[in-house]
């Protein structure tokens, strides 16, 4: 199980995050972006992203939870390693098509009350789908179980070389759900930087 660690809670000590996860054997480093539109927050402009990516040692996996397809854009020129935007802010494959022209992979988050029938048209094109199992929008919220009948049922249909991932809430207590369901990662935040050994929470992810 790849992890993917988000630093959403500590954005008051965010170099001393940072630094936290390179030392750690997590996966990515997983940034939440926020515009205050799509969820009620606000977050990691673009400058803090760009100082990010020059202080990180790991991959990084930036999750947009943003409406403005010229800004995500931008967010994409970053060139990050993984760009997850939300299938709820696009009505056709043009910002996937975009992303992809410039070298970045492309994943697509789906809230938990979003159909996953909408990620149908785009999976042949990203390698990521994200399965959102809060509200997005706050770190520290409990993981929504119905989350996991909806990626078993989309595993079913889902290309063999997909990454699915999970977003929200995830433990040592979920991870094994998650696991069986059919994901291959997972994005915690919370339940690792709670902790003053991130490895130690890492392992039991793992
Ligand atoms: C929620 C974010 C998540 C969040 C995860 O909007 O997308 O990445 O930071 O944090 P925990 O694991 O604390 O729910
Ligand atoms: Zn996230």
Avoid: W
């Amino acid at each position: 199980m790849k992890v993917s660690v988000s630093i959403l809670k500590e954005y008051d000590r965010l170099i001393n995050a940072v630094n936290k996860v390179n030392q750690s054997k997590a996966d990515f480093l997983h940034i939440d972006v926020m515009d205050g539109k799509f969820v009620d927050n606000q977050k990691f402009p673009l400058e803090v992203v760009k100082d990010i990516k020059k202080i990180s040692k790991k991959p990084l996996d930036v999750h947009l939870m943003i409406e403005n397809h010229e800004l995500i854009k931008k967010y994409a020129d970053i060139i990050p390693d993984y760009l997850t935007f939300h299938v709820e802010v696009i009505n056709d494959s043009s910002l996937i098509k975009y992303v992809k022209s410039i070298g970045v992979k492309v994943g697509l988050a789906i809230n938990p009350e979003t159909d996953i029938k909408c990620l149908m048209p785009y999976v042949g094109d990203v390698d990521l789908v994200l399965f959102m199992s809060v509200t997005p929008g706050y770190g520290g919220q409990i993981f929504k179980e119905e989350v996991i009948d909806k990626i078993k049922e989309f595993k079913k249909v889902a290309p063999s070389d997909l990454i699915i991932s999970v977003d929200g809430g995830v433990n040592d207590k979920n991870v094994s759900l998650c696991k069986y369901a059919g994901c291959n990662m997972v994005v915690a935040g919370s339940y690792v930087t709670n902790n003053d050994d991130y490895d130690k929470s890492i392992r039991d992810l793992r």
